[in-house]
């Protein structure tokens, strides 16, 4: 079964600055999307960027991008410039593509504050 | 177009209770997955709908049932309710199985 590790529960990060969270994944599939979704008080869960692994570059949206190193397994989000509205629960989540279905896997979260 | 919407909001029954959630799939979606979220931890997948079909199923016990309407609406139906089946559930649509899936706001279930 595949699982997702994000092992930093917590960051925080200067208004207008850039930080990294970190996500690693484990899989015996060689095809399989990766995501990053956004969860802020308000619940709903929102897509933030999606990354096919077949694609060798990099996945980005607009300040969003991602550092996805397919051998290591690890898929970091890079966010730049941050802003207030940044602040919230980051997940990484894994699907794959090999099944008739594609539940998504995610990691245990991690919460991003944006200090002013 | 309408996004992922999902009610009541928020939910409080007693344990043995049952309950049954409702979820709007985004215009032009025909899947949909409904997923357990506990306080502090990542979404975990109860099961997912195609086509009025169930199209697989996460580590949940048969209590935990579901429907898909023709319009590609569906519920969530949880019988004998226990204190650990407190937490959020959020439904996602998508238009094919393995196509990305949205969320919708969520429900906020309390199991007393």
């Known amino acids: 079964a595949q699982t997702v590790t994000q092992s930093q529960p917590e960051m925080s990060v200067q208004e207008a600055e850039t930080v990294t969270l970190s996500c690693t994944y484990d899989t015996s599939e060689s095809d399989y999307y990766l995501f990053w979704y956004k969860q802020p008080p308000s619940r709903q869960m929102i897509l933030v960027i999606r990354?096919?692994?077949?694609?060798?570059q990099n996945a980005t949206e607009n300040r969003f991008s991602v550092n996805f190193q397919k051998a290591a397994k690890s898929f970091s989000l890079k966010i730049s410039d941050s802003q207030l509205g940044d602040a919230a629960m980051y997940f990484c989540a894994y699907s794959s593509v090999n099944s008739g279905n594609t539940p998504l896997v995610f990691g245990k979260g991690t919460r991003l504050s944006v200090i002013a | 177009e309408t996004g992922v919407t999902q009610s009541p909001t928020h939910l409080i029954k007693t344990r043995g209770q049952q309950v049954t959630l409702r979820c709007s799939s985004q215009s032009g979606h025909n899947t949909v997955s409904w997923y357990q979220q506990a306080l502090g931890q990542g979404p975990q997948f109860i099961f997912q709908y195609y086509r009025e079909e169930e199209n697989g199923r996460g580590n949940f016990p048969p209590r935990f049932s579901g429907l898909q309407f023709p319009n590609y609406s569906s519920e969530l139906n949880v019988n004998a309710l226990e204190l650990d089946d407190s937490a959020l559930y959020l439904c996602?649509?998508?238009?094919?199985?393995?196509?990305?899936?949205?969320f919708g706001p969520g429900t906020r279930l309390l199991v007393l």
């Open positions: 996602a649509s998508s238009s094919g199985t393995l196509e990305t899936q949205y």
């Open positions: 990354q096919e692994a077949y694609k060798q």
